[in-house]
């Protein structure tokens, strides 16, 4: 068997197991290891509440999406069961309690340019 068709031969097995990979775990696979997309991607599969009057949903689900985690000023341990993330998106800072079962939106702040 020379080498073009070990190739083909490769590249059949491959689609075949790729297809069977997408068919069998296509809503587990996710590309999520650095610790910002993490932290967002856990905060989006809780239940939300909203402590800030004039916030929506759509605008939290947003922040969850496409916003940066400032883990400088973020606290590990609030209490015994949440932790306190700072996130920045579009020019506001987004202070979320990341408990067990919810996250808190507790404060947003506007950030000067």
Known sequence: MNFVD??????IGFF???????????????????PNERVLKDM???V?????????????NEV????????EESKRAVNDTCKQY?????GKKVTINNCDKTILVIK??????
């Not at 969850?64 to 883990?71: A, D, N, S, Y």
């Open 16 to 34: 075949i197991g790729s297809m069977l990979v997408l068919i069998f775990f296509g809503d587990r696979i996710s590309c999520s290891y650095l």
């Open 6 to 11: 070990r190739l083909i031969t490769y590249m």
């Open 64 to 71: 969850l999406k496409e916003g940066e985690v400032i883990f």
């Open 48 to 60: 939300k509440k909203i402590y800030e009057k004039n916030i929506d949903t759509i605008f939290i």
């Open 108 to 113: 947003v702040i506007n950030l000067k340019t």
């Open 86 to 90: 700072k996130i920045k998106y579009k």
């Open 44 to 46: 989006r599969a809780k």
